[in-house]
């Protein structure tokens, strides 16, 4: 089954200490991102990768990393979160397409409370 | 500054009755237009899009949109809403020229309908 799984689901943490949520996909798609989800303000996209070894930043990049080794994996790193992180998080993948015109697959998400 | 605007933040409709969600937006060029569907403690899950061609498009579970140039807008409909359409919708837009395939959302419109 095509699938964006993402890891941990849920997750509470404490300022400071540093976290990775782990997003993998089986479809060989070139392309993956970051989104944020709160309230009132929809998806705002954090980093995003063309392909291996080729990442970069969204609207919201602050705080945050990101690596992109191999082609199916694509962690978002917080070195120091801190409150205002507290999120809902979703990773997505697509195939590169054409200037965008193919449809992005999402993960299920990760709750993050930073407290 | 690019945006979408989903003037709506909820939409309430009898179960058989039509259903109209909205979506305007503001990007230059010709995006690519595209609605996302989220269930609750569900990832996005990809309805239609519209790349070119024949303004009205069809897409998953019944749902329809059509796409306005003049008005900038790309509205999503139902001829008959069931109980289970019951979910939060995302409009998005993929600047078409660009390097990535960046998706811009609406803030999203919860749908309730009842039976």
């Given at each position: 089954e095509a699938q964006v799984t993402q890891n941990p689901r849920y997750l509470i943490t404490v300022t400071g200490k540093k976290l990775t949520v782990t997003c993998s996909q089986n479809?060989?798609?070139?392309y993956m991102s970051w989104y944020r989800q709160d309230p009132g303000l929809g998806l705002r996209q954090i980093y995003y990768s063309m392909n291996v070894e080729v990442t970069d930043k969204g609207d919201v990049p602050e705080g945050y990393k990101v690596s992109r080794k191999e082609k199916r994996n694509f962690p978002l790193i917080l070195e120091s979160p801190s409150p205002n992180q507290t999120s809902l998080y979703f990773c997505a993948s697509s195939n590169s397409g054409v200037g965008g015109n193919t449809e992005a697959f999402f993960g299920q998400g990760t709750r993050l409370t930073v407290v | 500054a690019q945006s979408v605007a989903q003037p709506e933040d909820q939409v309430n409709v009898a179960e058989g009755n039509p259903l109209t969600v909205k979506c305007t937006y503001s990007v230059s060029g010709n995006p690519y237009l595209f609605w996302y569907v989220q269930y609750p403690n569900r990832g996005l899950q990809f309805l239609l899009k519209y790349i070119?061609?024949?303004n009205l498009v069809k897409g998953s579970y019944g749902f329809e949109a059509e796409f306005n140039k003049s008005q900038t807008s790309f509205h999503l409909k139902k001829p008959s809403a069931l109980v289970s359409d019951s979910a939060l919708y995302f409009c998005a837009v993929s600047p078409t020229g660009g390097a990535t395939n960046k998706l811009i959302f609406g803030t999203g419109t919860l749908l309730a309908v009842q039976p």
């Open positions: 479809m060989n798609h070139e | 070119t061609g024949d």
